[in-house]
């Protein structure tokens, strides 16, 4: 398991020893906790989160496009 080549010092070891972290455990508990943290979000009554900061104008509807033709046989 732990045995690998380490290309920054080119020799060969206990890649722990080295230093140099597992990938795929790495990546395995970034899904696994990610998962965890959906899951409780999913099944929370409520959230809380940031507060609006106001309101906002109103910029009312937009009006219609006249002018711009249509191409032909499509209406």
Do not use: H, W
Not at 21 to 31: F, G, W
């Amino acid at each position: 398991g732990n045995y690998g080549y380490n290309a920054a010092t080119e020799e060969y070891g206990n890649m722990i020893d080295f230093g140099i972290l597992d990938p795929t455990k790495v990546t395995r508990s970034a899904l696994q906790y990610a998962a965890s943290v959906a899951g409780l979000m999913i099944t929370t009554e409520c959230m809380v989160t940031d507060l609006p900061k106001g309101d906002a104008p109103d910029l009312g509807a937009a009006g219609g496009m006249g002018g711009m033709g249509g191409m032909g046989g499509m209406m």
